[in-house]
């Protein structure tokens, strides 16, 4: 609707978000396996890192130079079973994803913990790709602390059972210094937790238990055999 009175404008606000990219760093790779399987018309590709690792982004160069479009499955071994005809497998699906010729073929994981990959590329009719490496990267990850007072400090892990601390530093990311000390570390030490000990039955073979329950029983049947002569 027209007005004589021009709008007055009260107030304006502008956001800007940014996203700043961790830095990565490679994980060695062990051994890379490459087998066509010509009943799923697939190409399998199993990856045996050197261990386990935290694992984020997973890059793949294709060698071949004409155009290519094809499904892709990214898993992990999860857990393994030993049977009479050899070990067995089960995997974890981390991703689907596309392994094309229009874009560079990095692939941009969930955090996973990992030491055996298995990537599934799915030819459909097509002739299966000539891979030219593979490299798997996680991101660097830091521990950072506050000190106040000077000591001998020690960094435990390893107990599944432990609760998520709750310190004051992690509420303000924004004023930790960028330029931080590194602390030095000593060598790792094994604690050994120590076993309790059994506490040993009173009787610990149990035919001594039942040639005394069998002697409590013949007393008893005594008293009784008397008892009822006397009445």
Not at 100 to 120: G, M, P, V, W, Y
């Amino acid at each position: 609707m027209k007005q004589k009175d021009q709008p007055e404008l009260q107030s304006a606000q502008l956001f800007k978000y940014e996203i700043t990219e961790g830095s990565f760093e490679n994980h060695a790779i062990k051994t890379m396996a490459i087998t066509d399987d010509k009943k799923q018309k697939a190409t399998v590709i199993n990856l045996d890192l050197e261990q386990s690792v935290s694992i984020s982004q997973l890059h793949i160069d294709v060698d071949n130079t004409f155009d290519y479009y094809r499904p892709l499955k990214i898993e992990y071994k999860s857990d393994s079973v030993k049977t009479e005809k050899g070990w067995k497998y089960s995997y974890r699906t981390i991703k689907n994803e596309t392994l094309n010729s229009l874009e560079a073929n990095r692939f941009k994981i969930s955090n996973t913990i990992a030491k055996d990959l298995k990537i599934t590329i799915y030819n459909g009719d097509n002739q299966p790709l000539t891979i030219k490496d593979i490299s798997v990267k996680g991101y660097e990850h830091q521990l950072v602390g506050r000190f106040t007072e000077p000591a001998n400090y020690m960094l435990v892990y390893g107990n599944p059972a432990a609760r998520t601390p709750n310190y004051d530093i992690a509420k303000f990311e924004t004023k930790i210094p960028k330029a931080l000390k590194a602390l030095k570390i000593g060598a790792e030490q094994v604690i050994i937790k120590q076993k309790q000990e059994k506490v040993k039955p009173l009787f610990e073979n149990s035919y001594w238990l039942w040639a005394i329950i069998l002697v409590v029983i013949l007393i008893l049947g005594g008293f009784t055999l008397k008892m009822l002569k006397k009445s």
